[in-house]
């Protein structure tokens, strides 16, 4: 009997002061300014909004980013989700 083992998600978000986040998991940065970031994750698309924004530390090969500044917000973006906040989202990413 054969089993499909399914891949584990491994992803993982840790906030400090809502001015430094850690997350990990991470496959690719879709876009990003001083005011959004975009992550495309194993969980999932995730926003992240604040103020003063910046990349401290960046690695692909093992999945992990380092945010600094001021966190206001972060949501993750269901892809069957069909609301306008999705469409304008991905509307900006997929031009």
């Given at each position: 009997m054969e089993t499909n083992p399914k891949k584990t998600?491994?992803?993982d978000v840790v906030m400090i002061n809502r001015k430094k986040l850690d997350i990990t998991g991470v496959l690719k940065v879709e876009s990003f300014d001083h005011e959004e970031f975009l992550l495309h994750t194993e969980a999932?698309?995730?926003t992240i909004k604040g103020k003063n924004l910046h990349m401290k530390n960046l690695s692909l090969e093992?999945?992990?980013v380092s945010i600094?500044?001021?966190v206001f917000?972060?949501?993750y973006i269901d892809e069957s989700?069909?609301?306008e906040k999705a469409k304008g989202i991905f509307g900006r990413i997929f031009k």
């Open positions: 998600i491994r992803h999932g698309f995730l093992t999945g992990q600094e500044g001021l917000a972060m949501e989700y069909q609301g």
